[in-house]
């Protein structure tokens, strides 16, 4: 009896399944967390970026005035959830809570603010975040340098416009610390001033809450560098959504107007069209000659229209076939017609030209010297060695494509940014970029020592965005002074 009952016993045992712990590290593992992943994406009460099923636009209802949603699905629903659960295993959390304060800003999460202030605060090696805000009794102006695109009628492009502006806020300044409970020790951030938000771009960016709740931001702001310096287990290498939103950087500019369209179809209409109504305007002693005019506008106003149609066209088969209508066209004389077929064709070669210019860097190679220099620059850990990286992006620009040049430009900046935000906690504050080369040109001993220095100055991608143009002259003066000195 009791070897049968032991047996039964056994075979219960047996049934019975394991526990498996959710994770990353075995498969089963990562089975249990892709089921509960699953069971919460189905879920209406967590953030949209998490979910199985997203709303999205399908039409405007004109009886009710509004939009009207339908569902679509999420193909990143589960694995964000996948991520979350993993995020929350690691702090300890509640995965509601990661979920609720995670954000997702052109592909990379971030922390709502008061996700770390509750983090710091709980974590049990800290007395409760304060801040002290300071100033605030007088208005400063601070100077920034701003790109506007502007149409340029000439080249009929938008080109970037380098402009200096200045904005007037509030001398305000923020520190946030705390007391260390192991040794008493008061810990605070840096400070965090208008005037940084200003010279950083937070201030002035289009819908700013910089501009609307500043002391709001200040705290925000220097909550997250006291995280990111003394408790940084907690984010977990994430800065905050506000910081994201205001590290975007926006490099597309503007299309140029177009007033009329340049398909082809429009092409010759659009010449006929706008010479008419050109010589529709006249006075009543010309009503007899206008009649003759409208009805056949001459072959240089004609010739005229249509050099205007091609310079706005930039397809080389489009430009193929704007020719028929050119030689088609009655009122063009053969002179005219000969000059612009060149003008078309002349047109079509550059294109091409161009086009086999971009085409001969292989995108291969391009990614992998992109990658090489983007490793270089993040593991750039001081200005130094980052400002040593820049001479040997613009070396390798023929190898790269303009994309990913464009790109590794902007994580250059970006890299610089946070760098510079490290040497703040330094002892010794770090000179502004004009100081720095004024201060290396005054040590220069020869006239090549001084041009090795411009050189370095005009590879840089961060100093040639962040000098201005007072800044250039100041060092152009230092550089006449030294080399008038260097000469005797």
């Known amino acids: 009896m009791t070897s049968q009952m032991m047996t039964t016993e056994q075979l219960r045992t047996q049934r019975k399944p394991d526990d498996v712990e959710a994770s990353f590290n075995t498969y089963r593992g990562f089975q249990a967390m892709s089921h509960m992943a699953e069971s ?3 879920s209406t009460i967590i953030p949209e970026a998490f979910r199985n099923t997203i709303m999205v636009k399908d039409r405007y209802d004109n009886n009710a005035k509004k939009w009207l949603y339908k569902p679509e699905h999420n193909p990143n629903g589960v694995s964000n959830c996948i991520i979350a659960l993993n995020m929350a295993q690691r702090l300890g959390a509640d995965p509601m809570m990661i979920m609720q304060n995670l954000y997702l800003v052109d592909g990379r999460p971030s922390w709502s603010s008061q996700f770390i202030i509750a983090a710091i605060n709980s974590c049990g090696r800290y007395s409760p975040l304060r801040f002290d805000i300071t100033g605030g009794d007088e208005e400063m102006e601070i100077p920034y340098a701003v790109t506007e695109w502007e149409y ?16 007037r806020v509030k001398n305000l300044k923020c520190v946030a610390w705390v007391i260390e409970k192991a040794t008493g020790e008061r810990l605070e951030s840096s400070p965090i001033t208008m005037e940084l938000a200003v010279k950083e771009g937070w201030f002035q960016k289009n819908g700013s809450k910089w ?14 560098f006291f995280g990111r310096i003394y408790a940084p287990d907690l984010l977990m290498g994430l800065r905050t959504h506000e910081e994201e939103l205001d590290s975007i950087i926006d490099i597309t500019p503007e299309p140029a107007p177009q007033d009329e369209p340049t398909t082809l179809a429009n092409i010759q209409k659009n010449v006929v069209k706008n010479v008419a109504t050109n010589d529709q305007i006249s006075t009543s002693n010309d009503v007899e000659e206008k009649n003759v005019s409208a009805k056949k506008p001459t072959s240089t106003e004609v010739r005229k229209e249509y050099l205007d149609r091609i310079a706005q066209i930039g397809n080389a088969k489009d430009l193929e076939t704007v020719i028929p209508f050119i030689n088609g066209n009655e009122i063009l004389t053969d002179a005219h017609k000969t000059y612009l077929v060149n003008a078309v064709t002349n047109k079509i070669e550059d294109l091409n030209k161009s086009k086999s210019t971009n085409e001969t860097v292989d995108p291969n190679r391009s990614a992998q010297v992109k990658g090489g220099l983007a490793m270089m620059i993040n593991e750039a850990k001081t200005l130094p060695e980052l400002e040593a990286v820049a001479p040997k992006v613009t070396e390798n620009k023929a190898k790269l494509t303009p994309e990913d040049h464009q790109e590794l ?3 250059y900046s970006e890299r610089k940014v946070i760098v510079a935000q490290v040497d703040i906690f330094d002892s010794q504050p770090e000179q502004k970029p004009v100081e720095k080369a004024i201060a290396r040109i005054m040590k220069c001993q020869t006239q090549d020592e001084i041009n090795q220095v411009w050189a370095e100055i005009e590879s840089d ?5 962040s000098l201005t143009e007072e800044d250039k002259k100041a060092i152009e003066s230092a550089a006449d002074q030294r080399e008038a000195e260097i000469t005797g």
């Open 40 to 42: 919460l994406a189905n």
């Open 152 to 167: 340029n009628k000439e080249t009929r492009k938008r080109e970037p416009v380098d402009s200096n502006k200045v904005a």
């Open 211 to 224: 501009q609307t709740m500043p002391e709001q931001m200040l705290r925000y702001r220097a909550a997250s």
């Open 409 to 411: 430009l902007v994580k």
């Open 461 to 465: 991608p961060y100093l040639s965005r």
